[in-house]
Each structure stands twice: as C-alpha cells, then as structure tokens.
C-alpha cells in the first residue's frame, strides 16, 4: 500500500471541506506544534469540548512530528488522557515530540494546553514505520 498525502485528511487536509484545516509547524529538534480554537460544533456535553475531537488531533500532531520529518507512519497504538474539561470558544495549543526512534516504529508524546498553561490533555503513541519517505501530490 502507497501512503500519500492528497491533501483530504480531515485534521490536516486543506482539500477536505468538512476537515479542521490545521497547520503543524515544527518546533525543536523533534517536535510539532498547532494551535485551534475549538468551534461550537465539536461541542460534547453543553458548551464544552468533545474529547474525542482533542484526542484525534493530539493524534494527528504525533503523526506530523514524523510527517514534518520526511517519515511515514500510521499509529498503531494511541493513549489520551482527557484531564481537564475545555471550553467551546478556547483556543488549544498541541504540541508533540518523538520520544524514541527504532528500526520499525517511533514513540511519540503530546501534550495540549490553554492559553494559561493549563494542560487539558496529553497522550502518548506508537507509530509504525510503513515505508520510505513520505509522498506528497
């Protein structure tokens, strides 16, 4: 299988018109950061953010902490803990960074905090390697 990016993934993917459009930026020597600010519509319980929309993109923010790297890889294993409830209407800053590199996979950690330094989630991840470098169209 042929890993590319058509710009359609819908954290990432400028293509995707139901996507989130973020942009990752590399920071440090292994790490990623973006920020978002979290819409209404990703809303859980009433006005507070979904989790599952903060653990896809600490997701796709370990991802790209390889990505950015000229590496592919798909996780295979994924950890968030959700540890403080976030507001719709916040703005989220996630960063991540590769913890450890080997033959077939990455260890990737994240973090995503407020505007105040409040951590509201971290996760932690395993990446597989699935080929060469990472192609984009």
Same mark, same amino acid.
């Given at each position: 299988? +042929? *890993?590319?990016?058509?710009?359609?993934?819908?954290?990432?993917?400028?293509?995707?018109?139901? /996507?989130?459009?973020?942009?990752?930026?590399? +920071? =440090?020597?292994?790490?990623? %950061?973006?920020?978002?600010? @979290?819409?209404? %519509? *990703?809303?859980?319980?009433? =006005? @507070?953010?979904?989790?599952?929309?903060? $653990?896809?993109?600490?997701?796709?923010?370990?991802?790209?902490?390889?990505?950015?790297?000229?590496?592919?890889?798909?996780?295979? %294993?994924? +950890?968030?803990?959700?540890?403080?409830?976030? &507001?719709? /209407? $916040?703005?989220?800053?996630?960063?991540?960074?590769?913890? %450890?590199?080997?033959?077939?996979? *990455?260890?990737?950690?994240?973090?995503?905090?407020?505007?105040? &330094?409040?951590? @509201?989630?971290?996760?932690? $991840?395993?990446? @597989?390697?699935?080929? /060469?470098? $990472?192609?984009?169209?």
């Amino acid at each position: 299988m +042929e *890993f590319q990016d058509n710009h359609r993934c819908f954290v990432c993917g400028k293509d995707n018109p139901d /996507g989130l459009h973020l942009d990752f930026e590399p +920071e =440090g020597v292994a790490g990623v %950061r973006t920020t978002y600010v @979290i819409p209404e %519509r *990703f809303q859980g319980f009433a =006005g @507070i953010a979904h989790g599952g929309i903060l $653990a896809t993109i600490l997701d796709e923010c370990m991802v790209n902490a390889v990505w950015l790297r000229g590496s592919t890889a798909v996780t295979a %294993r994924l +950890e968030v803990r959700l540890r403080h409830p976030v &507001g719709v /209407g $916040a703005r989220v800053t996630f960063r991540a960074e590769v913890v %450890r590199e080997s033959s077939n996979h *990455f260890e990737v950690t994240s973090h995503a905090t407020l505007d105040d &330094g409040t951590v @509201i989630a971290d996760g932690k $991840a395993l990446l @597989i390697k699935v080929g /060469g470098k $990472a192609k984009r169209l």
